[in-house]
């Protein structure tokens, strides 16, 4: 891999991080869009390389949220059980179900667009706060949890980025979802990328991730998310959803566009 192809590996990482981390975002999401076109990896190792994105970067954004006490809720628990299975699950799909890119490109358009959609349109719409006893049933959010894992072990964002807008969407306060919401996402990272390792010894083609571009990738979002975790309660909240809302919107969009070509 080509030296400057890692300094914008980093530079994009960084970028994204400092944006998504403050509402439990994981950059993933809109990083593989970038590693698909701009970096050009190929389908399915575009899935892993993503998911070790998130396996470097999400320290960064813990481990200021962990300073403010906010990784010992019962809500982290509960998501981190439901999504761990689910990634396994998901990427066994990936590699053996939806492996041709034409196919994951409808994918990214059918998870993008409408995630984008609902993050400007909770952020819009007056959204009636709930109190933690008002949050979901333990065991509705464990099978929604296993449900959103799946669907991030065949996308590689881990589960959490997709949680963490349900959950504010319900009015659930983003203070509390972003430390869940992350701790999910590099948990269920970290089994995913082990699990697309392992599926390349057994497989054909391009499984296993790019390891250099992965790396540098997280190591531009682990200094992001750190960055983007501290910014959190100096942010507009809802400048920054509507930001996130565009930004996915459009990239769906994008793609949405290209499956249709």
Not at 246 to 260: D, K, M, N, P, W
Request: aromatic fraction near 6%; charged fraction near 5%; charge should be positive.
């Amino acid at each position: 891999m080509e030296w400057w192809t890692c300094l914008a590996g980093v530079a994009a990482g960084l970028l994204i991080a400092v944006v998504t981390a403050p509402v439990g975002v994981s950059g993933a999401v809109f990083l593989l869009p970038v590693q698909l076109s701009v970096f050009g990896v190929p389908s399915p190792a575009v899935t892993p390389t993503n998911l070790l994105y998130n396996v470097v970067a999400g320290p960064g954004a813990l481990l200021r949220y962990r300073r403010g006490g906010a990784l010992g809720t019962p809500l982290v628990r509960l998501l981190v059980v439901g999504t761990l299975p689910g990634v396994v699950i998901g990427a066994v799909i990936r590699v053996f179900a939806v492996p041709g890119p034409a196919v994951f490109r409808v994918l990214v358009a059918l998870f993008l667009l409408p995630l984008g959609l609902w993050l400007c349109w909770r952020t819009l719409r007056p959204v009636r706060r709930v109190t933690a006893e008002a949050e979901p049933a333990p065991h509705v959010l464990v099978a929604l949890a296993l449900g959103v894992g799946i669907i991030g072990g065949v996308y590689g964002i881990g589960g959490g980025s997709l949680l963490g807008p349900i959950l504010v969407g319900r009015g659930v306060p983003v203070a509390r979802v972003a430390p869940a919401a992350l701790t999910s996402t590099f948990v269920t990272s970290v089994a995913g990328a082990c699990t697309y390792a392992l599926l390349s010894l057994t497989g054909t083609g391009a499984i296993a991730p790019y390891w250099l571009l992965g790396l540098a990738c997280g190591l531009g979002g682990l200094v992001g998310g750190y960055v983007g975790a501290h910014l959190q309660p100096r942010l507009p909240e809802s400048a920054l959803r509507l930001l996130l809302g565009g930004l996915a919107t459009g990239v769906g969009s994008l793609y949405a566009v290209q499956a249709l070509a």
